[in-house]
């Protein structure tokens, strides 16, 4: 029953971190957009973003080695 716990709770820190990351890229190509300035520079931090975000989801998909040697 613990095992299943921590196996939810895995990638969670990283999805959060990623989606963060994406927030912040966003808003900040909104604010240079409003300036008139082109926001090219801040496609590669909502990218970056999302690679986290994928990252966190891989690994909170994963099942845990125990459960892989049991089967």
Do not use: H, N, Q
Request: hydrophobic share 50%; net charge neutral; proline share 3%.
């Amino acid at each position: 029953m613990a095992e299943e716990a921590e196996y939810g709770r895995r990638g969670a820190k990283t999805k959060i971190f990623g989606f963060i990351i994406m927030v912040l890229g966003f808003l900040d190509s909104l604010l240079s957009l409003r300036g008139g300035m082109p926001a090219y520079e801040y496609l590669l931090l909502i990218l970056f973003g999302a690679c986290v975000f994928a990252i966190g989801a891989v690994r909170g998909g994963r099942r845990p080695s125990t459960e892989v040697d049991e089967v």
